[in-house]
């Protein structure tokens, strides 16, 4: 499975910005696909993830409220729309594959995602 992100970009704060994820390659099956960042000098951070089957969705609490996560199934794509960004959203951006349930890890973690983009950088100016 190949992950491409793209969408980000500078933006001011209070700006919005969508990034898009598409995930191509072998069959494509998973079972959520999240999204994560990491500022510089930071560790990498759960931000947002979709089941993706049945569509519920989890947040961070720092972007809950600001943040959407979607997704569209025929084009095996996921969005993360972005809005009234802060400069503290400043960070690399990258979307993830987990391809099944994992019973050792919450969703919310790195370690339960199989398959990783590349990353898309956005910075917030103040």
């Known amino acids: 499975v190949q992950l491409q992100a793209s969408g980000g970009g500078l933006v001011q704060a209070g700006d919005s910005l969508r990034l898009s994820c598409v995930a191509s390659?072998?069959?494509?099956?998973?079972?959520?696909m999240g999204w994560f960042r990491q500022a510089p000098g930071k560790e990498r951070e759960f931000v947002a993830v979709?089941?993706?089957?049945?569509?519920?969705?989890y947040y961070a609490d720092s972007v809950k409220g600001r943040f959407t996560v979607s997704r569209d199934s025929a084009k095996n794509t996921v969005y993360l729309q972005m809005n009234r960004l802060k400069p503290e959203d400043t960070a690399v951006y990258f979307c993830?594959?987990?391809?099944?349930?994992?019973?050792?890890?919450?969703?919310?973690?790195?370690?339960?995602?199989?398959?990783w983009g590349q990353g898309t950088l956005v910075t917030v100016s103040s």
């Open positions: 993830a594959v987990g391809s099944s349930y994992s019973y050792l890890y919450s969703i919310r973690d790195r370690q339960a995602y199989d398959y």
């Open positions: 390659g072998r069959t494509f099956s998973s079972y959520a």
């Open positions: 979709i089941i993706w089957s049945g569509g519920s969705t």
